[in-house]
């Protein structure tokens, strides 16, 4: 493979070159054909980014999580395959290399699931967001105020075990940029400040199990993820979060066979902004209807939702906080139609998505799991972008 690397490399970014404009020449103008190369080697640079940050994530999961090693490995094979694809492209639409050019960045402005790099203070100088959705509606994003009220949510629900959030906390330009583009755009009106450490990490062990293989029906020896400790405080913040409510929380057999509370891995962290759009029912808002029926393997793909708006899902920690002030503000509940897709976590064990809504009928919270490519008229994803504080 790093031979495959070096050549392509070599073939198709000169090794160590800068970036190279994509703007017109001192005269003005450039030639089609220029402008298109130009876009094309841009396009490269930042696919090679993409492969080096799949390099080290890989490099990283070897000693921890083997099965996760290898995902890593096929995406970075997939990774390849696309540049070496464009290097051999002679028809190329500007379109889709502007696409490709416009994944560069996405972590820092805070919309995908993936985690994001850390910012520089000095570049954190925005203390106010406001922005009006395509409905009129102002939304105002006072991050000091945000900051009080959701340091005293946390402490009055006995979530103490979360730093107390700064006072002082601000956006980069480029988030708060970001953060006006999804309220006017997307009609996200929704702030949430999601703490660093709310649930902990789940704890995984490769191990060798028997299983019968249903194509020869015979038992067969396979490696499995098995949970060797849940996330440390999962368990804690699901009961917290339902707290009141005239049921317990309904786990389906799905989710229990996964690992249960505490077995889902976010590709979140850290303390953040979530925002998203204040809407009861995914089918009261456009955009979040337009997930209903949708695999999360459809959201995620190349121009999938999740690449057309810059943003992601949400994780199972922050759909149990959302849902709960949701009804702490109207004494109603999120999702009593549809169930969402948490898509920004996952159950390493299976591959599934965890997905929550509230039952009607048991009148409490409801937790299944479902894989990757179902698709049902009963599900949706509430999209949600992140911006790291």
Same mark, same amino acid.
């Given at each position: ?6 050549f392509?490399?070599h073939?198709?970014?000169?090794g ?42 890989a ?16 995406q &970075?094979?997939?990774? +390849? ?8 492209? $002679?028809?190329?639409? @500007? *379109?889709?290399?502007? %696409? ?52 005293k ?12 959030i700064?006072e002082?906390?601000k ?16 009609g ?5 400040? &999601?703490?660093?450490? +709310? ?8 191990? $060798?199990?028997?299983? @019968? *293989?249903?194509?020869? %029906? ?43 509370v505490?077995a ?8 953040r ?45 922050e759909?149990?906080?959302f ?14 139609t ?29 937790f ?10 009963s ?5 949600a972008?992140s911006?790291?504080?």
């Amino acid at each position: 493979m790093r031979e495959r690397v070096a050549f392509l490399k070599h073939a198709l970014v000169g090794g160590t070159r800068e970036k190279e404009s994509s703007k017109a020449n001192k005269d003005g103008k450039e030639s089609a054909g220029e402008n298109i190369e130009s876009l094309k080697r841009e396009a490269i640079d930042v696919l090679f980014a993409e492969y080096e940050e799949l390099r080290k994530q890989a490099e990283e999961m070897v000693d921890k999580d083997i099965a996760k090693a290898n995902e890593l490995i096929e995406q &970075i094979d997939k990774k +390849l395959d696309e540049i070496e694809a464009l290097k051999n492209s $002679e028809n190329v639409l @500007i *379109d889709d290399l502007e %696409k490709i050019i416009a994944r560069d960045g996405e972590n820092k402005r805070g919309g995908r699931s993936g985690e994001q790099p850390e910012i520089d203070p000095s570049e954190r100088t925005i203390l106010e967001v406001t922005g009006r959705t395509s409905e009129g509606e102002e939304v105002k994003v006072n991050l000091a105020e945000l900051a009080r009220h959701w340091n005293k949510f946390y402490q009055d629900k006995g979530i103490d075990w979360v730093e107390p959030i700064p006072e002082d906390i601000k956006l980069t330009e480029e988030q708060a940029q970001e953060m006006k583009r999804q309220i006017e755009v997307l009609g996200f009106d929704w702030p949430v400040i &999601i703490p660093a450490g +709310l649930t902990g990490e789940p704890e995984y062990a490769e191990v $060798e199990e028997e299983e @019968i *293989d249903e194509k020869i %029906k015979k038992k067969v020896k396979v490696k499995r993820l098995q949970l060797k400790k849940p996330a440390e405080h999962a368990e804690e913040l699901h009961r917290l979060m339902s707290e009141g409510y005239k049921e317990v929380t309904d786990y389906s057999d799905n989710y229990k066979k996964d690992g249960g509370v505490g077995a889902s891995r976010d590709s979140r962290k850290g303390l953040r902004i979530v925002i998203a759009r204040k809407a009861k029912e995914m089918t009261d808002d456009e955009k979040l209807k337009a997930t209903v029926g949708k695999s999360i393997d459809d959201l995620e793909a190349k121009d999938g939702m999740f690449e057309k708006y810059g943003v992601g899902g949400m994780t199972e920690a922050e759909y149990l906080i959302f849902q709960r002030i949701y009804f702490e503000e109207t004494k109603k509940h999120l999702d009593e139609t549809r169930w969402t897709c948490l898509a920004a976590s996952r159950r390493p064990r299976s591959g599934r998505v965890p997905d929550g809504n509230w039952n009607t009928d048991g009148e409490g919270l409801s937790f299944d799991s479902k894989t990757t490519d179902s698709r049902d008229a009963s599900q949706g994803c509430r999209l949600a972008g992140s911006f790291l504080l």
